[in-house]
């Protein structure tokens, strides 16, 4: 029952991930770097991502994270791979999805926190099934959580309205190949480094604006 559960998460995170692919036909997005160069975009801001991410070792990093929390909430029993792979998925798949990126923007800008409620809500359940076959690791993906959309929402005071719809897009269309990333990881077909390439969310937007400062 539990892998039938897993199973089933791991298969909803890549439809949801094939979902905001379709951003890569975004009408501001291929207006500002045409309609081929959506997916060059995205390919070149994973690549590079990919190679910040591992100099910075991240993954890594969060691994390490995940086995001091486990020592610290435990005193050194349980089960610590089941516990650091609980906290990473679960950190993961609820910090790269575009509800994370677009709620945190939209509760910045002023626009209310309709995104944010939907994605608790959606989160709460998810986070249930997670703990029920991943165990305590899972709830201590808050703290990434909180983190990650903490730094969004204090970005998104601070930039205004200044993020255009094509920026926006793109850091969609970058987290849809994360979240198939984490879906693959989910259901254990490939362990995916999906922590090393999150700096590839950042990247995206910038090769956004250079790209359609050139054209």
């Known amino acids: 029952m539990s892998r039938t559960l897993t199973d089933a998460m791991g298969l909803v995170v890549l439809v949801i991930g ?10 501001d997005f291929v207006s500002a770097v045409s309609a081929s160069g959506t997916l060059l975009v ?4 994973l ?30 029993g349980g089960d610590k791979e089941k516990f650091i792979e609980g906290f990473v998925n679960a950190s993961l798949l609820f910090t790269i999805g575009p509800m ?22 959606l989160d709460g ?3 249930i099934a997670f703990s029920a076959t991943l165990g305590w690791g899972v709830a201590f993906s808050a703290i990434p959580v909180g983190v990650w959309q ?25 987290g849809g190949i994360l ?6 990881r989910v259901l254990q077909i490939r362990m995916v480094n999906v ?20 054209l």
């Not at 922590?195 to 050139?214: E, I």
Request: glycine content about 12%; proline content about 2%; aromatic content about 4%.
């Open 100 to 121: 994370a990126v677009l709620g945190a923007l939209q509760d910045g800008l002023g626009q209310g926190i309709d995104v944010l409620a939907l994605k608790s809500t």
């Open 195 to 214: 922590a090393d390439l999150l700096p590839a969310l950042a990247v995206a937007p910038l090769l956004v604006l250079l790209v359609d400062a050139l």
């Open 150 to 174: 903490g730094l969004l929402y204090v970005t998104a005071l601070t930039l205004g309205a200044s993020l255009s719809q094509a920026v926006i897009a793109a850091i969609t269309a970058t």
């Open 18 to 27: 094939a979902l905001n692919l379709f951003s890569l036909q975004d009408a």
């Open 42 to 45: 995205v390919l070149g801001a």
């Open 47 to 76: 690549l590079i991502g990919g190679v910040i991410g591992s100099l910075i070792g991240i993954d890594s990093r969060l691994s390490h994270f995940g086995t001091w929390l486990q020592l610290k909430t435990s005193r050194g």
């Open 179 to 184: 979240l198939l990333g984490t879906g693959l």
């Open 125 to 127: 359940f998810t986070a």
